[in-house]
């Protein structure tokens, strides 16, 4: 009887036949189409899952032996989709609201099959490299924007998911010139990518990550000795230059006039800052009240109307003048809350564990790779304060993309066949 290496070493001696090219070909084709879309397309990222889905069928036998669902962040990740499934349905049953609740977290389930299928692809690299062009792309369209007061209207309704997807890239590119032939194109890659969420996207979750990002980047580049001190002066030196932009002035100033007036709610000027101070005064009434077992995560939306109810009930006048806006929310634009509000202390408790053995898997990952997954999961950990980005579509499927794609690069590419 051969032993599985003996069988493992024909599989590999196989000669490719027409097949398995074109099958290749597809799937490195897939996974370019979709690392280009992921950055920017709803309707692009749906169209790649269905190819890559279909890829995932014609080399199931390989995936199963693959079992990336057993690398530690894919199952701990499967194990949050399956609490938020079986919350859901003991929350609300088995309904149409039911099943779009639970498919918000479908990058949940298709992260371990990107591993596999990147494992699985003769040149995984094409994905990164796709990836990064469609950065590059949405980079440009915000430059032309400044001169399309039109489209750039249009971009301003998706300019946190560009805030957050170009300020990832730039971050990766800088990790990787490190140990790259091409090391200062890389970074002027970067500083151009970063340069644009300063000064042509009005994010400010991008201008956090930049920030950010700035410090890790300092941090991995100065001698032992310095590190400190450039992780805390880098930012520094960022944050002056960021405020040197129109973009960031306006945001900034607006943040900080919210922040002054709308802490009293004596004003009713509706503003992305008071929208989102007032959200958090209603989420912090709900958690008071759900904390333990949660409203549900399809609940959310009429668990939040009754909280805002509540308090109409005591200022009617103040509630009399305020937006339709104010009264209605799908989330709490904050993944922490979103967790604890929708799944209880355990849906919280689960999604921080699924962090940390993020962090904890890029601690054993060798540089770049390690360098580059600690940054981006950092990066998704500050950024879900302010926003739900786990619900969110596009900074989802790009978080968890970008995830399966360094988890993949520490393995060798198995060549096992379907």
Known sequence: MRSPLAIEVQELERPRT?????????LMGGLAFFGFAVCS???GVNIGKAWLLLMALLYAPSIWRIAPWKKP????GLVLLAFITVHTLWHDGWSVLTRQTVNRYQELLMAP???????????RRLFYRAMIAGAVALAITHWFAKWDPHYADLLGSRRISAGFVLSACSFMLLAQ????????????????????????????TGYVMVVVLAGVAAWLFAPLRWRWIAALSVPAVVLVLALTSKNVQVRVQETLAGATTQISETSIESTSTAIRIHMLRIAGDMAREHALLGVGYGGYPPAHHAAVMA?????????????????????????YLMQLL????????????????????????????????????????????????????VEGHFYMA??????ANKEPRYNGGA
């Open 18 to 26: 027409i097949w398995h090219k074109l099958r290749e070909w597809a």
């Open 41 to 43: 397309s709803v309707a």
């Open 73 to 76: 962040v894919m199952a701990m």
């Open 113 to 123: 099959i990107l591993v596999a299928l990147m494992i699985l692809a003769p040149n």
């Open 177 to 204: 010139s490190r140990e790259h032939a091409w090391a200062w194109t890389l970074r002027a890659l970067a500083v151009a990518l970063a340069l644009t969420v300063l000064f042509a996207v009005g994010s400010r």
């Open 311 to 335: 308090r109409k009930a005591k200022d009617p006048e103040f509630y009399s003048k305020v937006p339709e806006i104010w009264m209605r929310s799908t989330n709490p634009h904050n993944e």
């Open 342 to 393: 929708g799944g209880g202390v355990l849906g919280l408790v689960l999604f921080v564990a699924w962090l940390a053995v993020t962090f904890r898997a890029a601690a054993r990952l060798e540089r770049p790779q390690g360098a580059m997954l600690a940054g981006l999961c950092l990066a998704f950990a500050v950024a879900c304060m302010f926003n739900s980005l786990l619900l969110d579509f």
């Open 402 to 407: 970008v995830l399966a794609w360094l988890l």
